[in-house]
């Protein structure tokens, strides 16, 4: 979608997909679209939609809507994702963001290489991320919400 919207920057995209988790939702609206439907919404519903988004709006299934509003009440400036780190995970994530490799983390650590993959999958577990540059985005981000004015 992020392709076809920079192709198309005037169309307006309508999301309908069986999946209703927070990260695949916010993924969608960020790479631009307009509205989030679920599949199993009635034909009136989606056609309804189309209708509002054509008219300006950004219509959301009510389950979709929800979640949404439920997923901001949980967030808090804290970034409680970075909350659920061990000690260890955040080591790792901190060598990371120096620009150290596996190889130099598990001999700065005194770990086996294989313990930094297993260490490195559960932070992108625990932060929703999938790749080293959006955990090290979110660990910048918490760094600077956590600094002192």
């Known amino acids: 979608m992020r392709q076809l919207k920079a192709l198309l920057p005037a169309t307006q995209f309508v ?32 056609f309804q939609a189309i209708r509002e988004v054509a008219a300006g709006g950004s219509p959301m299934s009510r389950t979709i809507a929800r979640l949404i509003v439920e997923t901001f009440h949980c967030v808090s400036p804290q970034a409680p994702d970075m ?12 060598l990371l963001a120096r620009g150290q490799g596996p190889m130099e983390i598990a001999a700065e650590l005194n770990l086996r290489f294989h313990n930094i993959h297993t260490l490195v999958r559960r932070i992108y ?13 979110r660990f910048q981000q918490t760094r600077q919400l956590t600094r002192p004015g």
Do not use: C, N
């Not at 609206?29 to 599949?39: E, H, I, N, P």
């Not at 909350?83 to 901190?94: H, T």
């Not at 577990?125 to 985005?137: F, G, I, M, Y």
């Open 83 to 94: 909350e659920r780190l061990s000690e260890r995970e955040l080591d790792v994530l901190r």
């Open 15 to 46: 999301m309908v997909t069986v999946y209703m988790d927070a990260d695949r939702i916010f993924k969608a609206l960020a790479a631009g679209a307009t509205s989030y439907l679920l599949k199993r919404a009635a034909h009136q519903e989606l």
């Open 125 to 137: 577990e625990k932060l929703h991320v999938h790749t080293r540059s959006d955990a090290l985005a």
